[in-house]
């Protein structure tokens, strides 16, 4: 019953199939330059890479299910109902479709375009890439009521394509294991798998995406399907924030430049969430939509607030920071062929879609509020609550500005500065205590390294207007010994430092203050978090002695592992052993602090970076807003998220 569909008397080796060598061979040797990093990063772009080609097929209206399973082995496989990867052989290459996609780069299941009119997928490389980075890869197609199978090896097919027999339905399973050759990280991170699933359950309305982790004695499983797509999303993102209006705003339209889903809602909250993508792709850098959509809010709000007259002065108007203040908007477009730009080609370029997105907007968003006059009133109250409050900020800091307060100038009495004053050389270390504090000013390296004390938990900036956050003294001494403003006056270019970095208890409470100082540089410092320049230090949890020698654990699997090794296996019974647990910074003197977090060639310092800024403003609101219940469980449950962030 097996059937080679290639005629095997013919070479392997001919002029095709040595191009292919080449062009995996290219990828693993510099896997960088396809995946961006061969650490965590990486690890799970693999991943995305395979469920995108299945979202393609989804979005192209032919598969509704995408499961996904990660294995004991950190093995992952994904399985969709479309149409199935095409297996008969290519006119032109001799292989199978199924084969040209797993080989060739850049053909990913696109070879022919006539395929699909808008596709996803930020990294476009293809799956060729994920079968080129993996120990080994399998891949299954379901199609024309036959079973087809192949097998690689780091890039390389070990058969033909085989005729596995007869099957029912249609669709392609992926099963492959990343290279240990080739990955630094080989765990995925289920919680960051599923926020990036969850984001396109919520993009791709009504399509079902499960994840399974095997990985666990108890497997778990969630699934993302979400009738409701983008209003459902906002629904999410807005977490425990008290609705001005429900439901939110919702619409989809198709305009000749892009088909553009919209979805809406305003809160008691004073932040503004709103997440772009085109094409399923997170738009972090924004673009011509972005600008289509605010100036779209700014006149339709405003020419509504005119019409019913409920602008105090004729001439009054509101503006575009007003009118989103304690906004939550998701706008999701499609086109033909984005054109991608920006640093790291999250920003639409294409100019035909910015009037695409307003005239659809303008048009909207007019309709719903004239059928929705309770709501637009308490829209329109609240930017006029909005711009009250700016007026007040504006003052507040004119008269802080006259104090030095907050540009430079004066420095915290608390903060011991370093000497150097170049930022791609110095660092900052905000750490909480000032008991720790102390330890930090007397371990560190004085040069290059600043250390801030801070008091125990610092104002909720997520409950707290911008009038009442200058007000509090820790938030101040950030702000002037970082010397780079906040929010709309934030200048990257005067930071006085390169690297912030979070220095807190390894518990609960240093979890807690961890969240509270995460939420302020989300709110007010954002582009420090864009620019990678957050980091989170990692003190270790324990000390090991033993005679003179002694180990640091920074996690209880290295605890373990450090007293097996010390003890020959014999465990923490032997003698000899010195364990102590560090219950907080306080209790290291300061060449303990220096040598185990502080100093920069034998420290770890986790980076905080937006990738996922979707989940991550999901989560402050939900820690930050007003519900106590949410933050309750949170905090039961620790703080896991800073991963979340860091992947
Ligand atoms: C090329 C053409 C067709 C489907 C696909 C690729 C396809 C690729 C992937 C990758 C993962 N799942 C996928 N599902 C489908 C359409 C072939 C036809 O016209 O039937």
Redo the contacts with the bound molecule.
Sequence with gaps: MAETPVDPTKSLYNSGQIQVLKGLEAVRKRPGMYIGSTSSRGLHHLVYEVVD??ID?AMAGY?THIDVTIHPDDSVTVV?D?????VDIHPTEKVP?VEL?MTVLHAG????KS?YKVSGGLHGVG?SVVNALSEWLEVEVRRDGRLWHQRYHQGIKQKELEDMGPAEGTG?R?FFRPDREIFTETRFNLETLSARLREMAFLNKGLRISIRDERLEEPVEEVFQYEGGLAAFVNYLRGSRQPLHEPPLYFETEKPEAEIELAMQYDEGFSENTHTFVNNINTHEGGTHVTGLKAALTRTLNDYAKKNNLLKKADQSLSGDDVREGMTCVLSVRVMEPQFEGQTKTKLGNSEVRGAVETAVNEQLAIWLDENPKAAKAIIEKSLQAARARAAARKARDLARKKNALEGGVLPGKLADCSLSDPSMTEIFIVEGDSAGGSAKQGRDRSFQAILPIKGKILNVERARIDKILSNTEVRAMITAIGAGIRDDFDLSNARYGKIIIMTDADVDGAHIRTLLLTFFFRQMRELIEAGSIYIAQPPLYRVGKGKEEYYAYSEDQRTEIVKRLTNGKGEEARGLNIQRYKGLGEMNPDQLWNTTMDPDSRTILQVTMDSAAEADAIFSRLMGDDVEPRRQFIEKNARYVRNLDV
């Design positions: 080609n299945s097929e598969c969709d479309g149409r199935g990867i095409p479709g996609a299941g696109k070879f022919d395929n799956v392609t992926v």
